[in-house]
């Protein structure tokens, strides 16, 4: 059987599961020493992620193939180092959770925080809320028109503190508040909710968003964020403080089926970037290296 070697900038659940594959070798980084005394390698297919340096750069020319997650980081490689087109290949990130019915996972949660079952659900979470557009959720949710829906904020204990400080400003949400601190089942709130927004600065690919959407959740994104890619125009927020954004809401909080229509496009769409669909093309591509 023919091996792959492959090295990685950062690991991730792919690449977690390619090393426990027979045909795989994973070339990791030497020691001082060990680069004084031995030429370097380098890997088949290297797996780029973050910004460029001279290191990535050496990799990204060297490796026969490079991964990346979107065709943002594609096109700035290409641009930076003069590569041919077809070295790159694109992964999005890969969506691995345990699916379960969401109508029964949102009247779990419903029983859990009582919450009257009809409610709609509106959901915001990120590893790190402030640059993920924290503020500018709750200015979204403050000026809907749309009454019956709760909105809930996951996040670390530590993020959650410094929030408090803020939601003073947000008296008129208060009855529609859940926020919670470290909260360990944070699937079930993506398969519970209605809604997710993410009004990100960040331009890093948020995998938050591919997960909300395989979760058969409406979606909306900036346009500033890698993920705009896979999601459609209606999902699309021109900047964090997008004022189109509540009239979207409004209508599609309005309108029953227009929302059960596009949480299974959504769904739909999702199914294409699991773990297991994201192996088949990984495995093709080492099949053709």
Do not use: W
Request: proline residues 2%; aromatic residues 8%.
């Amino acid at each position: 059987m023919h091996t792959t070697t492959i090295s990685y900038k950062s690991k991730n659940i792919l690449i977690e599961k390619l090393e426990k594959q027979s045909n795989i070798e994973v070339i990791k980084a030497k020691s001082f020493f060990s680069k004084l005394f031995s030429k370097k390698q380098h890997a088949d297919i290297y797996f780029h992620t973050g910004s460029l340096n001279e290191k990535s750069i050496d990799n990204i020319k060297n490796s026969k193939i490079t991964i990346v997650n979107s065709f943002s980081a594609k096109n700035e490689i290409v641009e930076s180092t003069k590569i041919k087109d077809e070295k790159i290949e694109i992964i999005y990130p890969s969506i691995n959770i345990d699916f379960k019915e969401p109508n029964k996972v949102k009247a779990k949660i419903c029983e859990e925080f009582q919450i009257d079952l009809e409610t709609k659900l509106i959901f915001f979470t990120a590893k790190n809320i402030k640059s993920s557009g924290v503020k500018e959720f709750l200015d979204i949710c403050a000026s809907l028109n749309y009454e019956n829906f709760k909105i809930i904020i996951s996040a670390s204990q530590k993020q959650i503190n410094n929030l408090q400080f803020q939601l003073p400003k947000y008296e008129g949400l208060k009855d529609k508040l859940i926020i919670l601190e470290d909260y360990k089942n944070i699937d079930d709130l993506f398969l519970a909710s209605d809604i997710f927004i993410l009004p990100t600065h960040n331009k890093s690919f948020s995998s938050n968003i591919l997960k909300a959407m395989f979760c058969k959740c409406v979606v909306f994104v900036t346009i500033q964020n890698e993920v705009k890619e896979v999601v459609d125009v209606f999902a699309s927020m021109d900047n964090p403080s997008d004022s189109t954004i509540s009239f979207k809401l409004d209508a599609i909080l309005s309108a029953e089926n227009d929302l059960k229509e596009i949480k299974e496009q959504n769904r739909k769409l999702a199914l294409e970037f699991t773990l297991e669909n994201n192996l088949v093309k990984i495995n093709h591509i080492m099949e053709n290296v």
